[in-house]
Structures are given as C-alpha cells and as structure tokens.
C-alpha cells in the first residue's frame, strides 16, 4: 500500500502518545519506588531517590515466599496448558471431526468468562468436595483459564501444519506416535514456545482467580493487592518493579528461545 | 499377519482422531468449569446463610434480589462496560489500522510494547494510576511545582474508572483489531481507491465490514472482561461505584452468605453467556485464526 510521509508521521505521532499514556502509571510506579519517604509526594529532590526499599524486598523472606508460590503456580499451569493445547489444538484446527465446530465455540468459553466469577464457583466447588485450596487448587484455576489461550496460540500454528508429511511419514510405515513425535511436534514447535511464554507470565500476574483460589497461601499479585489498600509503603511499588523486571525477562528467554527454534526449523513458520 | 497396533491406530476413522485428542481439554471443562458453575447454580437455589448443599431448593434469593437494589449495580457495570468499548473501539481502531496497514517493523515494536506491559499485574498498572493522580501524586505535584495550579485528587470519581477500564483491556481489543484489519486484503483497498472512492467511502465500505470480524470479537472480549471487572472500581473508585462483581464478592466474603451470592453469579452469568453466544453464533470463527487472504 502507498502511504504519504504525513500519514504515517500522523499515526506514528499517534502511537507514541498512546504509548506514553500507556507506560504512564509504570512510570509512577518506578517513581514512587524510589522515594524515601514512607508517604509519596511528588516532586521529592533528588537527595530522597534510594534503592532501600529494592534491598529490603530481595532481603526480605515473606515476599520470597510470595514469589515461590508465584513461580510454582506459573510454572505448573503452563506445564499443564501447554500439554492439553498441544491436543486440543490439533482436535481444533486439523482433526476433521464431527464435534469441531461445537468444540471452537467451547474452548472460547472460559476466556469469555468473567475470572472472578469462575474463581468463586471453585471455591464453592472444592468446598463442596471437601477440597482445602491451596497453592495446588490455585493451578487447576489458572489451567482453565490459560489452557484455552494456549490452545488458539497452537491453533494458529497448525492451521499452517502440511497435512502431506504427516501422511508421506505414514505411508513410510511411521506409526502414529512416530509421526506426533518426528512430525507433528517439531512442527508445531514455535507456536508451542510462545504458549509457553503466555501461560507463564498470565498466570504470574492473575489476581482474580488467585484470590478465591490460593488459600492460605498467597501469590505475589494477592499480596502486592493487599498492601496496596492497608500498609502502604514504597516496597510495595518496589515489589511491584521487581516482578515486572522478572516477567520482561522471562519474556526475553522466550523469545530467544523463539528466534532459536526458528531458525532451526526446517520449515520456517508460515507467515503472520 | 502381523496386523501390529500402530497400524491399526493409523486406520482409526479421523473422527475419532479429533475427539481423543480434545478428551484432555473437554475433562477439563468439565471438571474445572462445568462442574464448579453447576454448583454455583445449585447453591444459588439454596435457603440464605447456608454452607449445606442438601436441602430443598427454594427461589427465595432470586425474590431477595428482585425486590432490593442489586439490579443497581447490574446496571452500573453495564454502563461501565458499554463505555468502555465505545472509547477503545475509537481509540484503537487508528492504532490497529496503523499496526496492520502502516507501520513495517514498527508495527512489532508497538505490539511487543503493549504486551509486555500486559504482563505486569493489573494491580500494579491501576496502582500506578492511583500514584499519578492522588493528591500530590506525579500529575498533581508537577501542576503545583511548575505551574502553580493546585489540583485536588483525581481519584474516586467514574471517569478514573472509565479510563482505568480503558487502560486494563486496551490491549485485548487491539490484537484483534490488528487480526481483523490484517484480513483486509491491500488490493481490494486500492481498486477502491482507483475508482475514486473517498477516504471515508474506503472505511465504510471496505474497511469496516471486512474486518468485522476482530471488531466484534474485540468488542465481546472487552465487554465480558469489564463487566465482570472489580479492581477498577475499587481501586480507582474507591466506594463510589459498586459493581456486580463487588457485590457478589461482599456476599462471599463479608455477608458470608453463599447462596445469595451464587443466585446474583447465577444471573450475571445468564446476562454474559446470553450476549456471548448471541454474538459469537453469527460467524466463522476459523476464518479470524486460519490462513489470511492476502
């Protein structure tokens, strides 16, 4: 398409206002992090700008805590949601099958949900079957939340799957294990990592399901949310950086793992 | 003959191909989904203040909240969700139209931008905002430092909700937006501008109708999201709003009464489920995710 210079100089003028609104209260956040006083105003001089309160949260043994719970709730529920997306991915865009259409609409349900109504029909759910909720309790809530995320992420994937190398490496005499192993898998590979990348860092900042779903334990959101409205002080914001900082990283381990994968693919993915 | 297992799993009719692989996903459902809004339904029919399941039902929750002011906060987050996809429709549909058509690499650049912000906590991100307008926050101290203009918090009044909704859900009505205008093929843009249709004649009649589809899953996407939204209103409103989902979480928490609140979840997500299959029945959801026509 033609595009004038003004036109894209008018919508890249756009964007930057956008994302400047958008990064505003990260901003704030970073800012209010590192004032020294206990109670925020704006402008503080530069003699208040201090790192105690990132030493403290990285000293501190309760927010680890946080942060283990945190971790361990991300990285089973992507372990989970990437395994049952690789299946329902391949039932939803390259099975031929007499439930498919039916079933497009149902993954679609739990994302069409509002999560802290679903999170409350747990609880009651669990109470019901006498369940205690802990951190565990906490994965199978975000599972059926993120399982349909990264089941349209490997959907997309393999709506671009050729369909002839599955056959050729049956005709070959590959059984089917074989071929889910050496063909379907590989394949499928790029959009599995990036499902991966989705459900870790969802599930590391979900509030709302955690909330009625964690028990006594709690996870780093539900803890940064109660101190954000009883006992606020600057290690909450610093907290709240920290997380950030280890989500963008996360995001960057994946994505070159991303880039990794494919450039050793041997068919690159089709295009997006 | 040696009629070995795999080949006879080969020959399975792909029928059942397609079911046995969505059994993980469809156990799931049924267990973390399914069962849990049963009981939700269930217990919604249960005499108030009761934690026991097995009396007999009554629909005396649905005549208590019938005759008292619930349908109040019903209607607030209807007007809070409408609001809220009005101004993203419009605020996004440039940035999305500008990501799909105008932009080449900065288009990824604007799109990992946004996503990665989508990956810190809501809280934090609505915090942020509460930071940036209190009194003497960053928008307050810099106006009296500067300019000598005091303002008073900007906090717990609805348009600091409105925006803070805006905010949290921009990104999932950009994506599909982008997917929606990616749909839209470059040549048909052209041909339309050949034969000397105006800019708006292109939007209306090119643009708009072919990217439909990302309109209104993005539409739908954000409005169930915001309906059911509880952080905004708390954080940012303070108590001047009181949305359904507040109120059913009070049932549950404070008023610890459990089949009132599952007779309010009960109604809320009759209302959702009702405007999701109304409006996801009328197209092709293959189409949005599968091959682009380009």
Partial sequence: MIVSRTQKAGFSLYAGLLLLVFYFPIFCIIVASLSEKRFFSFPYPSEALTTKWYESALESAQVADFVVVSLKIAGLTALFSVVIGFFAALAYARHRWRGRKTFQRLVLLPLFFPQSVLGLALLMWYNLLHITPTWWTAVIAHTVWIAPITTLVISIQAYGLDESLEEAAGDMGASRFQILRKITLPLLMPGMVSATCFAILLSWGNFALSLFTTGADSSLPEWLYARMTTGYQPLVPAVGVLSVIVAVILVLILFGIIAWTNRNARRSAPDH | ?294
Avoid at chain 2, 74 to 100: D, E, K, N, R
Avoid at chain 2, 138 to 154: C, P
Avoid at chain 2, 243 to 252: G, P
């Fill in chain 2, 1 to 294: 003959m040696s009629t070995s297992l795999p080949l006879k799993l080969r020959t399975l009719a792909p029928g059942l191909r397609g079911f046995l692989s969505s059994t993980p996903f469809l156990l799931l459902m049924l267990f973390g989904f399914v069962a849990p809004l049963a009981c939700v339904v269930w217990f919604g029919l249960m005499p108030p203040r009761t934690f026991e399941v097995a009396q007999m039902p009554t629909l005396e929750n649905y005549r208590t909240i019938f005759g008292q002011t619930y349908f109040k906060s019903i209607l607030w987050s209807l007007g809070l969700a409408v609001a809220t996809v009005m101004i993203l429709l419009v605020v996004c549909y440039p940035l999305a139209f500008a990501i799909a058509k105008i932009f080449k690499g900065g288009g990824y650049f604007v799109t990992y931008a946004i996503v990665t912000s989508l990956f810190v906590s809501e809280n934090i991100r609505l915090f942020g905002w509460v930071i940036g307008f209190m009194k003497n926050g960053v928008v307050g101290g810099t106006l009296a430092r500067y300019f000598e203009i005091d303002i008073d918090s900007l906090l717990y009044n609805i348009p600091v909700i409105i925006l803070g909704m805006v905010y949290v859900y921009l990104p999932f009505m950009l994506f599909p937006l982008v997917l929606g205008l990616k749909m839209v093929p470059d040549q048909v843009r052209e041909a339309a501008f050949d034969l000397g249709a105006s800019r708006w004649q292109v939007f209306r009649k090119i643009d708009l109708p072919l990217s439909m589809p990302g309109v209104m899953i993005g539409s739908l996407l954000v409005f169930v999201l915001s309906i059911g939204a509880i952080s905004e209103a708390k954080i940012l409103g303070g108590q001047k709003v009181v949305t359904i989902a507040s109120d059913i979480e009070s049932e549950f928490t404070y008023a610890q009464n459990w089949p009132l609140g599952s007779a309010l979840s009960t109604l809320f997500i009759a209302l959702t489920t009702i405007v999701v299959f109304s409006v996801l029945g009328r197209f092709d959801l293959e189409k949005l995710l599968g091959k682009k026509s380009s």
